[in-house]
T-cell receptor, first 110, second 113 residues
């Protein structure tokens, strides 16, 4: 039931773009994206709801393909501050229970 | 606002000992939850609460108890610590509007020997 994130890790140069994917085998109600820096707590980025509504970060965008049960997070013109591990959390129904992926580690080099 | 606070930050227990991890929030959020995060892994939901007096089990509830007597506090009790409970524990809170952004506490790093 755990969603699958890909890639597991990615290394970029500052200014490059990245796409992180999150796929589920179950029909999803919502997908949540968080970023966690080493030794810190996760920080909210984005929520995507079934039906297309989004709430989140100004400089980060995401999509939610309901037919494929897949979400993608788009990081454009990456900055050093984007480094960290990105997690998707999936909700199968509106029940406040998130099931999290194993994370995608993003390293941004100057 | 302090946001979500957790105590202690670090704790070492011996197998069989019990303890309570404290979590408090000052944002008047209805929803609170406890997660554990093992090295290199995502978060796993232990227990959650949608309001004072209401708690429910998450994905990995065994060995843990919770209670929610007030909106602000949501303590997590380890009944008889086991090495498998060595982990980082995060508490989080959010509103219940259905499109919720979770605010996480700084975490408690627990080691059971």
């Amino acid at each position: 039931q755990q969603p699958v994130q890909s890639p597991q890790a990615v290394i970029l140069r500052e200014g490059e773009d990245a796409v992180i994917n999150c796929s589920s085998s179950k029909a999803l109600y919502s997908v949540h994206w968080y970023r966690q820096k080493h030794g810190e707590a996760p920080v909210f980025l984005m929520i995507l709801l079934k039906g297309g509504e989004q709430k989140g970060h100004e400089k980060i965008s995401a999509s939610f393909n309901e037919k494929k049960q897949q979400s993608s997070l788009y990081l454009t013109a990456s900055q050093l501050s984007y480094s960290g591990t990105y997690f998707c959390g999936t909700e199968l129904s509106s029940n406040y229970q998130l099931i999290w992926g194993a994370g995608t580690k993003l390293i941004i080099k100057p | 606002n302090a946001g979500v606070t957790q105590t202690p930050k670090f704790q070492v227990l011996k197998t069989g000992q019990s303890m309570t991890l404290q979590c408090a929030q000052d944002m008047n959020h209805e929803y609170m939850s406890w997660y554990r995060q093992d090295p290199g892994m995502g978060l796993r939901l232990i227990h959650y609460s949608v309001g004072a007096g209401i708690t429910d089990q998450g994905e990995v509830p065994n060995g843990y108890n919770v209670s929610r007597s007030t909106t602000e506090d949501f303590p997590l009790r380890l009944l008889s610590a086991a090495p498998s409970q060595t982990s980082v524990y995060f508490c989080a809170s959010s509103t219940r509007d259905g499109h919720y952004e979770q605010y996480f506490g700084p975490g408690t790093r627990l080691t059971v020997t």
